[in-house]
């Protein structure tokens, strides 16, 4: 009798013969029955209808088995899907933002060789429920409102995602300095501190931060402001894609200082003597040489 059932239900998927449902199978006329070969309960291949269809219809796409059940069998009802878009919420909530004096944060920034007293004036510190879970972190600003966030166990930024922009009070600076992330800028005034601490003139450029090389069109317009603008990238590819990107745009005005980090894959690692392994020497980039150790920019 399985075979039977098996047999009325193909056949009447391809509307070969009439079936008759309910109570008792009754006698059916098949016409292709004898001309072909009929899917068997008996074989040991469980599953329902959309798994017969899927033998039947040689194919996997369950909208297009659901239709032609519905054109073979009327009287089969297929089940409609409807998936509901659930709002989904922020994933950084409850957000505080305070002055940066976390002992486990200034220690996460001492372990990459930062100056405390450098960093706490461009940096915050950001409490936060993030996935359910209390959080806190170092928050940089960018221009947007939103936060690159940084402690030793997380990375990660809250929207909106945009670049950094450190202007200086007073007339308009005529040099901008271009770093990748918020680590390379603190990185860099740390070394300036460090090799230059009698006149260290921090203020003497502004500064753009991309916080991603993915932002460096954002930067663009920011940029054209300026008259001088040195570019303090990583020395990978990402980094040199970010530089060509930039120099199409401000070609005669734009130089790259990554040369004097040669050898360190950001200005963070040759702050803290970290080499880079090459497998492959980098293509060359236009390289600003300093007459001086150091990075006198």
Known sequence: MLNKVMLSTESRMRGDMQVRFGGRYGKTYCRKAVRRSVPSLRLGRGGNIITLAQELYASDYVP???????????HIRPVSFSFRQQASEPSFQHLEVGELTHPALLRYLQERGINIALAKPECRELHFIHNGKPYFAIGFPNVAGGYEVRNR????CIAPKDISHIRQQGELREKCLVFEGMTDYLSFLTLRMKNCPAMPNLDRQDYVILNSVSNVSKAVDVLHGYGRIHCLLDNDEAGRNAYRELEREFAGRIRDFSDNYKGHKDLNDYLCGKRQDLAVSPPPRTIVKQKKKGLGL
Request: charged share 20%.
């Open 64 to 74: 297009y088995l659901l239709g032609r059940i519905a054109e073979q069998a009327p």
């Open 153 to 156: 166990f997380f990375k990660g």
